[in-house]
């Protein structure tokens, strides 16, 4: 029997969460190795160091952010259309420094000349940086409403462009983004690699933790007195047919927080993100790599939630026409798609949870430069 519309709808906004905080928690660390590659490493062979601690897992990472992608076009058809389209540019860049990632991989050994690796090395620098800032810049807009408005046969509408992006609470959410995902990195690398890369890495994650609580904390404040949020006005049709012009929405600064103060429970993303950070921070401090990953993990989770929970149920709240908002209960697909693709995610998602699983426990253990120096042409 196929459940209510209502409780799909809610269902695969959850999943959505999963799959972005599980590209985020898995991905992250590899953007945030990539990032911190020109300044945690002093020599070729502690390049090489650091990019074979996460040469086995980063392309596996990926699945999780086709999924999401493939998840928004299926399950929010409207979402997919005017994201995609109103972000193109900004996707495009995404898209480019992700490519160059397995180029970087694929030739950065082909020449032994230190200017040809170290071209490579920027790039793979450029593939960790610039989808992490992006990535950060596209949930500050989020937040703040994107300009685009639907037309009478839901046709979305974009009203902006690339540079309007670049708001400075945009910028801000940006910059946590790197802060965040060069912490993780950082108490990756501090885990998988021995001698002066794990040292300098170590020290690195700690000073990304303290940035990323003070900017998380910041950001916070933004949202409750700055940022204007959306709230749906009169009532909602959980069930009812996917058409966003049926309701009506208001803007109202603090918004945001509404649904913390609905149910307190949920204060526990937020809680998570600081908490882990903190940890992250502290387990470092006292030289338990291990406990310091799962907490920069942790923290990881919970700012990615964080910002999910507060915008439920808006997935593309609208800056220019607040009633062409895309929301949870009027842009999804058919409930059938919904639970033909639900069934399939029961069969297919704990395949990948044990896949990424068993791939990390099977090249556990470190990745020391003496391993490294004995092999030239290790990956």
Known sequence: MIPDYEILRFI?????????IGFAVTDGYDLGTGILLPFAARSDAERRQMLESIEPHWEGHQV????GAGAAFAAWPLLYATAFSGFYLAMFAVLAALILRPVGFAYRNKRA???WRNAWDWALFAGGFVPALIFGVAFGNLLQGVPFHLDDDLRPIYEGGFFGL???FALLCGVT?????????GSWIALKTDGAVAARSRHAAMIAAAALVILFALAGLFVALIVPGYVISGNIAH?????????SATVETGAWLRNYGIHRGLLAAPALGFAGALGALLWQAAGHPRTAFVASGTAVAGIVATAGISMFPFLLPSSSD???SLTVWASSSSRLTLWIMLVATVVFLPLIL???????????????LAQVEAGEDSY
Do not use: D, F, Q
């Open 12 to 20: 695969w906004w959850a999943l959505l969460g999963i799959l972005l």
């Open 239 to 247: 069930g009812g047919a996917s058409n966003p012009l049926l309701k």
């Open 113 to 115: 000349e230190a200017s």
């Open 177 to 185: 983004s790197v802060a965040m995902l060069v912490m993780h990195g």
């Open 322 to 324: 607040p009633r062409s």
């Open 354 to 368: 044990c896949y990424t699983g068993w791939a990390i426990r099977a090249m556990r253990g470190k990745v020391t």
């Open 64 to 67: 999780w952010l086709i999924l």
């Open 166 to 168: 670049l708001k400075p």
